[in-house]
Structures are given as structure tokens and as C-alpha cells.
């Protein structure tokens, strides 16, 4: 009888009242365990026992002044010691000009023109019907024109073109001032030129000489994060400090034109963009900041040597550099994923979660049933997901893997069509689309999830400090996003012209 009412009872419910009862159970006991303190406590108090309390030597103003002074000491120690929050005044997206503006038969077309040719130019294409890019996507003017034009100036020009433009924006944004900031940290993995991203930054904003800046090179795509939690180390010794994080990446350079299939993968999805995020570390900010960080999670495989490898650059057997993506990425950025959660899940997971992972675990790993490993339902812990658009294959294992609705992978795919993979700065258009949306309410929580070579996984979670009026905000998507969300088909043909 009780068997046949379960299979009658819906299986979401149970699980429902299953997480309320492990969050408030606590509260039944609460009654008892005050009833009991108090009974216990009460029956040795008497009144020879308050007449002995009374006179006792330790009641006395010295005592007392000297307890006061250790409290207040202590509570001085505490709040100096104590980790300065960080947070998020705000953060822009460059958002190119038409002229950078290209469909996937120009893309297909410019490929042509730069020497890709027979089978190479006939598995670019699939490569690109199947990437989940739309038809309006950015390419750097250097790949607009001719082979010829592809040279340190043009990349140099690209990189100003998008550092600038979202720096220019967020200051805007913001209404701070250049020179108040005090720490700047740029990524950009495959362009490091000399000077440094950060010396062009401080050059054209006039940042004080004292400014504490890094140029991180070579991170891959998830140098992004690795930036906000270098950024968030230093504001932690740096009181009173606002930290400039610019992510990008550089393509003019970086194309690549040969036959190696594992390395033509990168061209069609690699597009222009770039993104600027200004942190604060004053209480003061809070009331005025979009989020505070609240969890930095890295995650780096490279001591295993198929990670290592997996994402790769180096020269094709004729000479020409690229990035090599093995056929183990996939593999390699589950496990890197799984370690990382592990890490993340009892920081963010409700409790019920966390004794139903465990129990599992104790199953199969003491026990030795053949069991399903239970998948966290990282729902409960987060609303918003943004996950780097590295690429389609990417967005559909974590979709099945972390069994999240299209609803939560909506910003992900929908930047992976507009924009491309933008490399590190994916995370902050993705977070925009969601701001466009009007999607995200005061008390939200976003987890941004990022893969890159190396092998790394690196996680961030953010807490929305205030409701984000769309209409009020500049953003990437002004303009076009009640175009959003749009069925975005497995395989889509290219007409060529």
C-alpha cells in the first residue's frame, strides 16, 4: 500500500519537501534544547547563590574595564583581519562597429581569399555550419582585406580598438575617474607585445605611477577569472582601492590558413570582442555595485600530461603556427569540470544536496554498489549560469552533464551566435544578455564557468546587490535583444556567393 501511494506522489514534490525538511529541521530542536538549558541552568540558582555572586571578588569595575578592553581589542583585531569585500561597480562589453561586421559566406569567402583551399577549405566549412554562429558576427578589419595586412601594427590597432572602447564605456558607466584607479590586470593570451597591454592602458588613461599592474599571457580562455581572483588578492592588501580587469583576445595574428584539420577548428569560432570589469573594495561602493564576489574557484590539470597537450600551439609540418585542439578536449574538460565542482559544491550546495552527493559516495566507494554518481542539482544553489562559449559540443555535454534547462543556457548559446567565442570576455557578454533580459533580481546568484589550455577550470560566483533595470543600462545587446532567444539548428548550410 505505501509502495503504490510513493509512485503516485510526483518524484519533484518529494524531492521539494525533501530539501525544506533538511533546511528546517534544526528548528524543531531548538524548543527542547532551550527547555533544557533553561531547567537545568534554573535549578541551581538560589538565593545563597545570588548573595555569594554578589560580593564575589571579580565583580568590580577594574574587572570590568579590563574585560571591556580585551572585547574591544579582540573586536579591533577581528574587523582588520577580516577579508574586504569585493565587488562589481560595473562592467562593459565592446561592442564592434558594422564595418567588422560579417556573415558566415564572407567569412567562408575571406578564408578563400587567404589561401584555404580544396579539402582544408571544404572541413572550414562544416566546421562552421555546425559552430552555433550566426549570421552577423565580428571579425578584426586585418581579416577584411588582404594577407598583406595581417602585421604587428594591424594587431596593435585591434587590441586599442577593443581595450579602449570598453574601458572608455565603463569609466562612462561607472563615473570613475582613471586616476583613481590603483590596480590593473589585463589578460590576452596570444598577443603579448612590448610594451605590455597594461603600459598601452596606463599610456592612454594617464593611471598614477603607482598603479600595481599584471599582463597575464597565455591562459587561455579562462584567463578571465583567473584575473578577477588576482584582482580580488590584491584588493585584499590594498584597502580603499578600485581594480581595472580587462579580458581579451587578439586574432589579427592568429588566424590560421594550413591544412591541419585539429587546428582549422579555431577559425570558425574565434570572433572579436573584449570586456572591462571595475572592482571596488569600499564598504562605501556596496550601496551603488552591481555584485559582490562571493566564491573564486581554479582548477588546473597540467600536471597531466593529455591536459597539457590538449589545447596546443605550435607550427603545422609546413611552418604555419596555430592552436591544435585534440580529440580528447572533451574528455579532458569533464574531468577538469568534476574536479572543480567538487571543490565549489559544499560552498554553495544547501545541505540536503551535500548528504545526498555523500551518500552516494559512501555507496559505491565503501560499499561497492554499482551505482549511478548523483549529479548535484546546482539549480538550487545558483539562478543564472554562464558558461564560456567555447563552442557548441562545449555548451551541449555541460547542459546534459549539470542537467540544466534551455532556459539557463539561453545567454551562452545566444552569445556563442551573436558574438563567437570572444574567448575570456564570453563570461561578461553572457552576464549582459542576462542583464538585458531584466532577468536579474536583487539576492541572485551567478556561477561563471570558464575552460582553458593548460588544462584549466576556473569558477566564479557572484551575488546581485540590487535589481538591474534593463532600460537603464548600456550593454552590448541594447537595441537588438527582443530578437532573443532564436532557434539556432545543429547544422545550418552555407550559400556560398
Not at 68 to 95: E, W
Not at 238 to 266: D, I
Not at 307 to 320: I, K, R
Not at 451 to 480: Q, Y
Request: some cysteine; aromatic content about 10%.
Amino acid at each position: 500500500m505505501l509502495f503504490r501511494l510513493l509512485k503516485l506522489v510526483n518524484l519533484d514534490c518529494m524531492k521539494l519537501l525533501y530539501h525544506h525538511f533538511i533546511a528546517y529541521v534544526h528548528y524543531l530542536f531548538l524548543p527542547l534544547l532551550l527547555l533544557l538549558q533553561s531547567s537545568s541552568h534554573l535549578s541551581t540558582i538560589t538565593l545563597d547563590y545570588l548573595r555569594e555572586q554578589q560580593n564575589h571578588p571579580w565583580i568590580n569595575l577594574s574587572s570590568i574595564i579590563i574585560c571591556f578592553t580585551f572585547l574591544t581589542l579582540m573586536a579591533a583585531v577581528y574587523v582588520t583581519n577580516r577579508p574586504h569585500p569585493v565587488y562589481i561597480l560595473d562592467f562593459s562589453c565592446f561592442k564592434p562597429s558594422d564595418a567588422h561586421k560579417v556573415t558566415r559566406a564572407e567569412t567562408m569567402n575571406q578564408f578563400e581569399a587567404f589561401g584555404l583551399t580544396g579539402e582544408s577549405f571544404d572541413f572550414q566549412r562544416r566546421v562552421l555550419e555546425s559552430s552555433g554562429l550566426g549570421e552577423a558576427t565580428y571579425l578584426p578589419l586585418s581579416h577584411l582585406g588582404r594577407a598583406s595586412g595581417i602585421c604587428m601594427a594591424k594587431a596593435r590597432e585591434e587590441a586599442e580598438t577593443v581595450i579602449f572602447g570598453a574601458i572608455d564605456e565603463l569609466l562612462e558607466k561607472a563615473g570613475v575617474e582613471a586616476k583613481d584607479i590603483g590596480v590593473l590586470v589585463v589578460n590576452c593570451s596570444l598577443f603579448n607585445p612590448t610594451p605590455s597591454y597594461t603600459a598601452m592602458i596606463v599610456n592612454r588613461y594617464n593611471l598614477r605611477g603607482n598603479v600595481i599592474s599584471y599582463n597575464l599571457g597565455g591562459m587561455g580562455c579562462s584567463a578571465g577569472i583567473l584575473a578577477i581572483d588576482l584582482a580580488r588578492n590584491l584588493l585584499q592588501v590594498h584597502p580603499n582601492s578600485y581594480a581595472l580587469v580587462v579580458s581579451s583576445e587578439n586574432m589579427t595574428t592568429n588566424a590560421y590558413f594550413g591544412r591541419n584539420r585539429s587546428m582549422l577548428v579555431t577559425n570558425g569560432l574565434f570572433r572579436l570582442g573584449g570586456a572591462a570589469i571595475l572592482l571596488s573594495n569600499r564598504r562605501s561602493d556596496r550601496h551603488h555595485s552591481k555584485y559582490q564576489l562571493v566564491h573564486t574557484v581554479r582548477t588546473h590539470k597540467g600536471a597531466d600530461s593529455r591536459s597539457y597537450t590538449c589545447v596546443y600551439q605550435e607550427e603545422d609540418s609546413d611552418g604555419n603556427r596555430g592552436i591544435t585542439l585534440s580529440k580528447d578536449l572533451m574528455a579532458v574538460a569533464g574531468e577538469a569540470l568534476k574536479t572543480n565542482i567538487m571543490t565549489l559544491g559544499p560552498l554553495v550546495l544547501p545541505m540536503s544536496e551535500q548528504f545526498l552527493f555523500l551518500g552516494t559516495l559512501i555507496l559505491k566507494k565503501i560499499f561497492k554498489m554499482k551505482i549511478k554518481a548523483y549529479i548535484p542539482d546546482f539549480k538550487l544553489a545558483f539562478e543564472h549560469f554562464c558558461i564560456h562559449a567555447g563552442g557548441r559540443g562545449v555548451l551541449d555535454e555541460l547542459e546534459k552533464n549539470l542537467e540544466l534547462s534551455p532556459w539557463h543556457m539561453e545567454p551562452s548559446r545566444m552569445t556563442l551566435y551573436k558574438f563567437g567565442n570572444t574567448s575570456s570576455s564570453s563570461l561578461w557578454y553572457e552576464l549582459a544578455y542576462c542583464e538585458a533580459k531584466g532577468r536579474i533580481k536583487k539576492g541572485d546568484r551567478v556561477w561563471q564557468i570558464a575552460f582553458g589550455s593548460g588544462f584549466k577550470c576556473n569558477s566564479a560566483v557572484w551575488r546581485a546587490l540590487r535589481t538591474i533595470n534593463a532600460a537603464k543600462e548600456k550593454n552590448p545587446w541594447k537595441g537588438e535583444i527582443h530578437k532573443f532567444p532564436v532557434d539556432v539548428p545543429k547544422m545550418v548550410p552555407i550559400v556560398m556567393k
